[in-house]
Structures are given as C-alpha cells and as structure tokens.
C-alpha cells in the first residue's frame, strides 16, 4: 500500500502518523510585530477526510478554544483516519482586544469569502478560505451567544442535505436547528467550495460553560467516528434527534428589570407565563406570555434590558418535546 504524502500547510509539512502546530501570517500590528492565526495539525497514518475545527471567529466567544483542546487531545495520530486541521482562534485582532469583531468593527462571519486587497476582515477571510476551508471536506465552526446571552448547546446546518443532516445527527446535540446560509457567513462560503459544515452554538461569551464545552466535545468526536475517523466516539442513540426548522425571539416590551420563568431547554406551552418586568423600585410594569410552544434555546443574561431587546429565543419543534426535556437541567 502507498503511504499517505505529508501535509503541507503554511510553513508545516507533518508526515503522515504526526502531528505539528505552526501558524498563518495575518498581518502587522503598529508596533510592527507579526499577528499570526495559531494551527494545529493531526495528520493521520491512513487516508481519511480531512475536517477544520474553528473557533472565535468572534473575537470574545471563546468556548471553542477550550473545546478543540480537548477534542485533540483525545486524537492520536498514529490512529487516525484522515486529516485535523485546528484554528482555534480565527480572529485574533478580536481575541487580543476582548471584541467580538475587528478593530474596524466588522464581523468577520458577514465578511467571507473575503478577497486579498479587502478590509482586514475581508483578508482574513480569504486566508481562511484559501488555506483551510478549501484543503477540507468538512468544517465544525464552534460558537457561542453573544452580547450577554447563553444558548443551550445546537447544532444549526442545512438538515435539507441528506449528508450534513448525518453529521448533525450523529453530533448528538440537545436540539439541531435548520439554519438556512447567511450572505457573507464562513458556512455560505465554505458550502459554495463543497464543504459541509455544521456550526455549533452553546454557553456564552467570555465563558466556559461546562455542560456546553463537554456536549462540544462529545458531539466533535462523534462526528469524527461517523466520518471513520476515529473509533472515539460516545455511542449515542441517534434513533431521534430533537428538531427545528424555526425560531424566534421574544422582545421586551417595557425597560426595566427582567424575571424569567422559564430555563435554558425547557419546553414552553403558548400562553405559558415567559416574562415579568418591574422597575427600579419593585412596581410591576407588565408581563408576557409565551407566543408559541417550543424549547428555550438562548435567553439574556442581562437583568436591565430596554424596551425591543431579545429576551427568549424559543424554537419550535416538529415533533412532541419528551427528548428534549430531559436535556433541561443539564444546561441550567
């Protein structure tokens, strides 16, 4: 049998049954230091996919990072099928400054395929694009809330591809969310070169959220064991999955104060009591029900909210709730 050639990415070339981290040249801060995009590569011994992992493509959800530590560490090369390509920290500038975006304010996942003349967003993206996303047949992008909300761990793909579906399944998450693509967003790109992504959203920014890294990396590696990857994988009864096709926020009517009265990954009944507001001084300025029946899959973590904020995100589901109730205290 012909052995498998080594990988070469940037300034690495791994041997097959090695791994090695290096990085990616971004660009240069005033000081005149070099910024890179730090990577780590697991080159299997036999032939197999080859898979990204990434993470804080904002800047401030950092979950990711710790997420993709542990998955690799519990890869051997020597036993691998296929090829890891890890970038746990996608944009730097944002990591560095604890911001979510670019010094420019621009979000990265609204900035790809990028183009190497662009804003600083649009180079990283095309880097990423070039580098990573077009060496891969599949892409796990990891997320988290944003701007002081949680997310109960789901997986959001297109369930519509009868391949990615598999994957989302056999990731095993408490609920996967048909998401369909975002103009500009790294899955968009990435799914227009032929790479099947899944993102993972779970916990919140500047946080590790234990139950959410953990459902992380148990759904990580039973991705890798689908794809024969590895043999690593936590069996799962994958006989149902709970799902969504939609979802929406429910908005804070008045400002003030915020009470919840439902969990992260409770199933709500419509009409079920959802919020309460008071004001400063105790007096209740008004409720609301929930507007549909569904699983709470994000909420503020913020207990002083304006009128119009998000406050519940709550996703449908196209089957009865029995699998997903249990998820509840897991998450809370």
């Not at 050639?5 to 981290?21: H, N, Q, R, T």
């Not at 080859?50 to 998955?71: N, Y």
């Not at 944009?91 to 395929?113: I, Q």
């Not at 070169?193 to 779970?202: C, D, N």
Request: aromatic share 4%.
């Amino acid at each position: 049998m012909t052995p498998r050639e080594s990988f070469k990415i940037g300034d690495l070339e791994v041997a097959p049954g090695a791994e090695a981290m290096g990085d990616l040249p971004l660009a240069r801060l005033v000081t005149g230091n070099t910024i890179s995009m730090p990577l780590r590569v697991i080159h299997g011994r036999d032939e197999g996919p080859t898979v990204w992992l990434s993470a804080a493509v904002h800047g401030d959800e950092i979950a990711g990072v710790e997420i993709i530590r542990r998955v690799l560490d519990q890869v051997n090369a020597l036993t691998l099928a296929g090829t890891i390509i890890a970038v746990p920290i996608v944009n730097v500038h944002g990591f560095l400054n604890g911001d979510r975006y670019f010094p420019d304010r621009r979000d990265l996942n609204r900035s790809f395929p990028g183009s190497p003349t662009g804003s600083l967003a649009g180079r990283v993206a095309h880097l990423f694009v070039t580098q990573i996303v077009d060496r891969c047949d599949v892409g796990i992008d990891l997320h988290t809330g944003s701007d002081h909300r949680i997310n109960l761990p789901q997986i959001r793909a297109d369930l519509d591809d009868p391949f990615t579906r598999e994957l989302a399944v056999a990731f095993g998450a408490p609920l996967m969310l048909h998401a369909k693509l975002r103009d500009g967003s790294m899955r968009a790109a990435a799914t227009s070169r032929g790479a099947t992504v899944l993102l993972y959203e779970g916990g919140e920014a500047w946080r590790f959220n234990q139950r959410a890294v953990e459902a992380g990396t148990r759904g990580v590696l039973r991705v890798f064991d689908r794809l024969s990857m590895t043999g690593d994988g936590e069996p799962l009864d994958d006989s149902h999955v709970p799902e969504s096709r939609s979802s929406s926020w429910v908005r804070a009517r008045r400002t003030g104060l915020v009470q919840l009265h439902a969990k992260l990954g409770e199933y709500v009944e419509k009409g079920s009591p959802l919020i309460t507001i008071h004001d400063s001084v105790g007096r209740r300025l008004g409720s609301t029900k929930a507007p549909t029946s569904g699983v709470v899959i994000g909420h503020t973590q913020q207990p002083l909210v304006n009128q119009g904020d998000a406050i519940v995100h709550i996703a449908r589901l196209d089957s009865e709730p029995t699998s997903v109730i249990p998820h509840r205290k897991d998450f809370t």
